[in-house]
Every structure is written in structure tokens, then in C-alpha cells.
């Protein structure tokens, strides 16, 4: 009993460090947002400081803004917006016929069309820019909020497919069959019996697919403008020639991830249940 005693301790304590690891630059940032310009270059760092809302009131053209107006962080945070919830609708409307698709239907190259989709997530971003640079400008699709969108079912549409596929597997077709039988139509037992099933693995893809959109930074770089850039690019205004609003930059990053967390914590009984759904098979 000692001994296995000794071992759960060891155990903990090592989840503790991971824990603490994993956090450290979080807290640092939160930190880093509360301290005034001076503060915040001090050398060595401060870890007992009069906190301040400047950088936060800054933001919000409140307070004194720096490289970065105020209206400015607010319209790349509506970007972010705008091109993370119209990624994932659209690949939700696209992605979940095809992965129920692939689940339920019986075909030499099912196995091989699931996979191709998911190989669309290995391809560096960096390869695909320039070509899809120069058809963007043909097209008339840089800078707008469709062909962002467009892009980046990329990182959406690959992730949602796969991972639905194997929720929509782990219903019982017997389900389905046995409504047929009382005279459902195939919508019908879709919408009424299927979807209900899969809504935690549903809401747990879509979170993922998420946090992935609002977290990409290559395509809203090379394919948007000032107008379309989201959250991301827009950290990058914070960097001058002459000096780096580390305060500023903090505080918004701060705010960037907010959407994510709550995201998250909403729907988070969703996403315990859907992250293992699939998981025994």
C-alpha cells in the first residue's frame, strides 16, 4: 500500500510540473497585460507590480493606443469573427453528408477517400500560398471574406470529416433500420434519431474546428488585406520600427483567446463526451 502510495504521489507530482509547464506562458501574458510600459522592460522581470487597465482601455480607444488604434483591434477581432464562424458553418454543411457518407455507405474506396481528406491537414500551409496568391488576384478573391473562408475549409472541412466519420460509425445502423421500419423517411430518421446520437461528437468538432480557423495565421497574412486580416495578423501592428508594444500586445492577446475559452467551457460536457466517443471501436 506505501508503495503504491509513493507512486500516485510521483505520479501527481509530475502531472503538476506538465500542468505548471503548460500554463507558465499563459499566466506570464495575463501578467504581462496588467503592467504599465515601464514594468513590463523592466530587467529583472517584476513579479510583484501595481497592476494597471491602460493596455485594455487602449484597445477599446479608451486610453492612450500607441502603434494601434483602438477601432483597429476591434475590426480584426470582428474578422476573426466573421471567417472562424463562416469556415466551420460551411464546413459543417459540407462536411457532415460526406462523413456520413463515408460511415454508412459501402464502397471499394471508402477507406482511401476518408484518408485523402484527412492528408489535405499534412500539406504545409506554406507550399500552397503563392499559387493560391496568384489565383486569388485572378479570381478577385483577395481580400474578401469568401475567399479567406473558402481557404480555409482547409483546416476545417479535413478535421470535421474524419472525425464525424467515426462518430456517425459508432451509432447502430439498427437504429435507423428499425425506424425505416416504422415509417420514417431517411430525413427524418437522420434528423430526428442520427443527429441527436452524434450531437456530442458534433460539438466537439466543432470547437476544434474552431479554435484551428481562429488561430491561423498564414492564410489571413498572404491571402487578406487590412480589411479581412483577422486577430492574428493584426498582433503584428503592435511591432514598430523603433519599439514593441509589449503591454498592447499582451492585453490583446489576452482578449483573442477569450472567445475560444468560452467556447470551450459552454460546451464542454459536449466535447469530454465527444473527444471519446470514437475512442473504443
Same mark, same amino acid.
Given at each position: 500500500?506505501?508503495?503504491?502510495?509513493?507512486?500516485?504521489?510521483?505520479?501527481?507530482?509530475?502531472?503538476?510540473?506538465?500542468?505548471?509547464?503548460?500554463?507558465?506562458?499563459?499566466?506570464?501574458?495575463?501578467?504581462?497585460?496588467?503592467?504599465?510600459?515601464?514594468?513590463?522592460?523592466?530587467?529583472?522581470?517584476?513579479?510583484? &507590480?501595481? !497592476?494597471?487597465?491602460?493596455?485594455? #482601455?487602449? *484597445?477599446?480607444?479608451?486610453?492612450?493606443?500607441?502603434? $494601434?488604434?483602438? =477601432?483597429?483591434?476591434?475590426?480584426?477581432?470582428?474578422?476573426?469573427?466573421?471567417?472562424?464562424?463562416?469556415?466551420?458553418?460551411?464546413?459543417?454543411?459540407?462536411?457532415?453528408?460526406?462523413?456520413?457518407?463515408?460511415?454508412?455507405?459501402?464502397?471499394?474506396?471508402?477507406?482511401?477517400?476518408?484518408?485523402?481528406?484527412?492528408?489535405?491537414? &499534412?500539406? !504545409?500551409?506554406?507550399?500552397?500560398? #503563392?499559387? *493560391?496568391?496568384?489565383?486569388?488576384?485572378?479570381?478577385? $478573391?483577395?481580400? =474578401?471574406?469568401?475567399?479567406?473562408?473558402?481557404?480555409?475549409?482547409?483546416?476545417?472541412?479535413?478535421?470535421?470529416?474524419?472525425?464525424?466519420?467515426?462518430?456517425?460509425?459508432?451509432?447502430?445502423?439498427?437504429i435507423e433500420q428499425a425506424a425505416r421500419t416504422d415509417g420514417y423517411s431517411w430525413f427524418r430518421s437522420f434528423f430526428k434519431l442520427v443527429l441527436p446520437l452524434a450531437a456530442p461528437g458534433i460539438a466537439a468538432t466543432l470547437v476544434l474546428a474552431f479554435i484551428f480557423c481562429w488561430n491561423n495565421f498564414s492564410f489571413g497574412l498572404m491571402l487578406g488585406g487590412h480589411s479581412t486580416q483577422p486577430v492574428t495578423v493584426g498582433l503584428?501592428?503592435?511591432?514598430?520600427?523603433?519599439?514593441?508594444?509589449?503591454?498592447?500586445?499582451?492585453?490583446?492577446?489576452?482578449?483573442?483567446?477569450?472567445?475560444?475559452?468560452?467556447?470551450?467551457?459552454?460546451?464542454?460536457?459536449?466535447?469530454?463526451?465527444?473527444?471519446?466517443?470514437?475512442?473504443?471501436?
Amino acid at each position: 500500500m506505501k508503495e503504491r502510495q509513493g507512486n500516485s504521489f510521483f505520479v501527481y507530482l509530475g502531472m503538476l510540473m506538465v500542468t505548471l509547464y503548460i500554463l507558465a506562458p499563459i499566466v506570464w501574458i495575463v501578467m504581462m497585460s496588467f503592467k504599465s510600459r515601464i514594468d513590463v522592460v523592466s530587467v529583472p522581470p517584476k513579479i510583484i &507590480f501595481t !497592476p494597471t487597465l491602460d493596455n485594455y #482601455l487602449a *484597445l477599446f480607444g479608451l486610453g492612450k493606443v500607441g502603434l $494601434l488604434s483602438g =477601432t483597429a483591434f476591434l475590426s480584426y477581432f470582428k474578422n476573426s469573427l466573421i471567417l472562424s464562424l463562416g469556415s466551420v458553418s460551411l464546413s459543417l454543411l459540407l462536411g457532415m453528408p460526406a462523413a456520413y457518407a463515408i460511415a454508412r455507405l459501402r464502397f471499394a474506396a471508402r477507406d482511401s477517400l476518408a484518408f485523402t481528406y484527412l492528408t489535405f491537414r &499534412f500539406v !504545409p500551409e506554406v507550399t500552397i500560398i #503563392l499559387p *493560391l496568391y496568384v489565383v486569388y488576384q485572378k479570381l478577385h $478573391l483577395y481580400n =474578401t471574406y469568401l475567399g479567406l473562408i473558402l481557404v480555409y475549409q482547409l483546416i476545417s472541412l479535413p478535421l470535421l470529416i474524419w472525425m464525424m466519420r467515426s462518430y456517425f460509425e459508432e451509432i447502430p445502423v439498427a437504429i435507423e433500420q428499425a425506424a425505416r421500419t416504422d415509417g420514417y423517411s431517411w430525413f427524418r430518421s437522420f434528423f430526428k434519431l442520427v443527429l441527436p446520437l452524434a450531437a456530442p461528437g458534433i460539438a466537439a468538432t466543432l470547437v476544434l474546428a474552431f479554435i484551428f480557423c481562429w488561430n491561423n495565421f498564414s492564410f489571413g497574412l498572404m491571402l487578406g488585406g487590412h480589411s479581412t486580416q483577422p486577430v492574428t495578423v493584426g498582433l503584428l501592428s503592435f511591432m514598430g520600427t523603433n519599439e514593441v508594444q509589449w503591454g498592447l500586445m499582451a492585453a490583446a492577446t489576452v482578449i483573442a483567446i477569450v472567445p475560444e475559452m468560452v467556447l470551450a467551457l459552454a460546451v464542454q460536457r459536449y466535447m469530454i463526451r465527444g473527444l471519446t466517443f470514437g475512442a473504443v471501436k
